[in-house]
């Protein structure tokens, strides 16, 4: 079974450009989360979706970060304007349902200058 | 709220030692643990979860745990580490809404 994929990898940005990142989770997973971790923490959850319904979004930034899941499959996570604290990684993960175990993709590495 | 504390950000044992990472959690109800493993430039892999029924949790790689309601303890044992260990360990609890709660996370470096 193929895995949770995350795109790009790596992305070098400067402060107060946008980004954008793509999750697209395990076939047939409903929830899918957005974590951001920022080195030598643990991941922070910013947005759960159940489909395409966001179910948490409390501490997502939302003057600066947006997320989408229109289609209730595959994800976007956008940062406009980034800010140099924002350097961190991006994990995608997804879920059969909510309380079923989370899988993890290998994560988005961004470095705002 | 439901969080969990991880005690020791780095430790390092001897190949073929006792591996012991320590965690410790806060949960208002009963709570549902999890460890996860973080190889260097990869995603989070699950290695053991406690929901219910027995305290003493098996996982992959020769890892288990023992959840501990007197102690509000979940710490993570492998009876001889190997060097393949050496990696970023994250304790983890559910939170309301279902998303994780995860510890700051601690290193486990494995000299041979």
């Known amino acids: 079974e193929a895995g949770v994929a995350q795109s790009p990898r790596y992305k070098i940005i400067e402060k107060r450009q946008s980004v954008a990142f793509w999750c697209n989770p395990i076939?047939?997973?409903?929830?899918l989360y957005w974590y951001q971790q920022i080195l030598g923490q643990g991941p922070k959850l910013l947005i759960q979706?159940?489909?395409?319904?966001?179910?948490?979004d409390s501490q997502l930034p939302k003057d600066r970060f947006s997320a989408e899941r229109l289609k209730g499959v595959d994800s976007t996570l956008k940062i406009q304007p980034a800010k140099l604290e924002d350097s961190a990684v991006y994990l995608c993960?997804?879920?059969?349902?909510?309380?079923?175990?989370?899988?993890f993709g290998p994560g988005t590495r961004l470095l705002v200058l | 709220a439901q969080s969990v504390t991880q005690l020791g950000s780095h430790v390092s044992v001897s190949e073929g030692a006792l591996v012991l990472l320590r965690c410790n959690y806060s949960s208002s109800v009963p709570p549902y643990l999890f460890w996860y493993v973080q190889y260097p430039n990869q995603g989070l892999q699950l290695l053991l979860k406690y929901t219910t029924g027995a305290t003493l949790v098996k996982g992959i790689n020769g890892f288990e745990a023992e959840f501990k309601k007197s102690e509000t303890s979940f710490h993570l044992t492998k009876p001889s580490a190997h060097m393949s260990d050496a990696a970023e360990y994250f304790c983890?609890?559910?939170?309301?809404?279902?998303?994780?709660?995860f510890g700051k996370g601690t290193s486990l470096l494995v000299t041979p």
């Open positions: 979706f159940q489909n395409n319904g966001v179910v948490d």
């Open positions: 993960a997804s879920s059969f349902g909510t309380s079923e175990t989370q899988y």
């Open positions: 076939s047939g997973h409903a929830t």
């Open positions: 983890a609890v559910r939170g309301s809404g279902y998303a994780l709660n």
